[in-house]
């Protein structure tokens, strides 16, 4: 059984940084491409894609983070190092296994004033 269990997240200036962890189980994490999502207040239920990770380590990104987010992978565990935060980042973030859109964890809440 997936499970996902996202932390990290908090309230932070605009221009701060916050590192957001996943802590991830219940499948090959080694063989599986990972990926950060967010989700705005107002949206509904759309998650939008900010960075993805293959399980050869290549990662890209939503346009509007490059530059700024960093995704990394270690062990059972995916990250996202969030610098230069904006307060457009304000959003629940989440992690799932790439393209899969079910079996969602709590999500970290991210809220970043200006």
């Known amino acids: 059984q997936v499970q996902l269990v996202e932390s990290g997240g908090g309230l932070v200036q605009a221009g701060g940084s916050l590192r957001l962890s996943c802590e991830a189980s219940g499948f090959v994490f080694s063989r599986t491409d990972m990926a950060w999502y967010r989700q705005r207040q107002g949206a509904g239920k759309q998650r939008d894609l900010v960075?993805?990770?293959?399980?050869?380590?290549a990662s890209t990104y939503a346009d509007n983070v490059q530059g700024r987010f960093t995704i990394s992978r270690d062990g059972a565990k995916v990250y996202l190092q969030m610098k230069s935060l904006k307060v457009e980042d304000t959003a629940v973030y989440y992690c799932?296994?790439?393209?899969?859109?079910?079996?969602w964890g709590q999500g970290t809440q991210v809220t970043v004033s200006s």
């Open positions: 799932n296994i790439l393209g899969r859109k079910t079996g």
């Open positions: 960075a993805a990770i293959a399980a050869d380590y």
